[in-house]
């Protein structure tokens, strides 16, 4: 069965920091790209960033940039978003995504974890 599973969410003050996982179980992280995606209250699902089976990894706007990174782990078959400083605009839900073109076409959504920045 193919899952991803988040994790890592909560409630965090302004200029905090939390590290989100994602743990993918019947497919193997390492041949796809992982992504992160969040959709704040009223907003559309936003790219935040990306790590390719490659290796490039890129975080996706200047909003993030210099307080969030990606990595993977593939002996893990996991992806970890670090988010630092943290602000009331970076309150969403967080969803972790596996996609790839070859062989075949493949795409895959965790449930998400809720992040909520708050004093």
């Known amino acids: 069965q193919v899952q991803l599973v988040e994790s890592g969410g909560g409630l965090v003050q302004p200029g905090g920091s939390l590290r989100l996982s994602c743990v993918a179980s019947?497919?193997?992280?390492?041949?796809?790209?992982m992504s992160w995606y969040r959709q704040g209250p009223g907003k559309e699902r936003e790219l935040v960033a990306f790590?390719?089976?490659?290796?490039?990894?890129?975080i996706v706007g200047d909003s993030v940039k210099g307080r969030f990174t990606i990595s993977r782990d593939n002996a893990k078959n996991s992806v970890y978003l670090q988010m630092n400083s943290l602000n009331a605009e970076d309150t969403a839900v967080y969803y972790c995504?596996?996609?790839?073109?070859?062989?075949?076409?493949?795409?895959?959504w965790g449930q998400g974890t809720q992040v909520t920045v708050s004093s």
């Open positions: 995504k596996a996609w790839r073109t070859y062989p075949i076409k493949s795409e895959y």
């Open positions: 790590t390719t089976s490659g290796g490039t990894s890129l």
């Open positions: 019947g497919f193997t992280v390492s041949t796809y790209t």
